[in-house]
């Protein structure tokens, strides 16, 4: 079983920056797939930036240039700074954890930090 917990949401006002944290316990390896997501009122989830065993991050186009993903591997953390922060980055974000072996998948979700800013 594995565990997600966010950490470093909270007030800013347009322009400045907040570093998200998550710490994930459990059955953990380095080849798992940790996202970020986020979701606003009345909209659905989607996905903010992925680290993966690729050879870049991926990053959504509203984020690129502002925000930065980050893994240690070692502590199971991953974080995403956010920088330039605008209102529409509003939202309630969420860290998400994917393991896949042959013919087995496992998603799992941490319960949210709440990011919002003002103008």
């Known amino acids: 079983q594995v565990q997600l917990v966010e950490s470093g949401g909270g007030l800013v006002q347009a322009g400045g920056s907040l570093r998200l944290s998550c710490a994930a316990s459990g059955s953990i390896s380095s080849s798992d797939t940790m996202s970020w997501y986020r979701q606003a009122p009345g909209k659905h989830r989607e996905l903010v930036a992925r680290y993966s065993s690729g050879p870049s991050p991926y990053y959504d186009d509203s984020v690129k240039g502002r925000f930065t993903i980050s893994r240690d591997n070692a502590k199971n953390i991953i974080d995403l700074q956010m920088n330039s922060l605008k209102p529409e980055d509003t939202a309630v974000y969420y860290c998400?954890?994917?393991?896949?072996?042959?013919?087995?998948?496992?998603?799992?979700w941490g319960h949210g930090t709440q990011v919002t800013v003002s103008s």
């Open positions: 998400n954890l994917v393991q896949v072996w042959p013919g087995w998948r496992a998603e799992y």
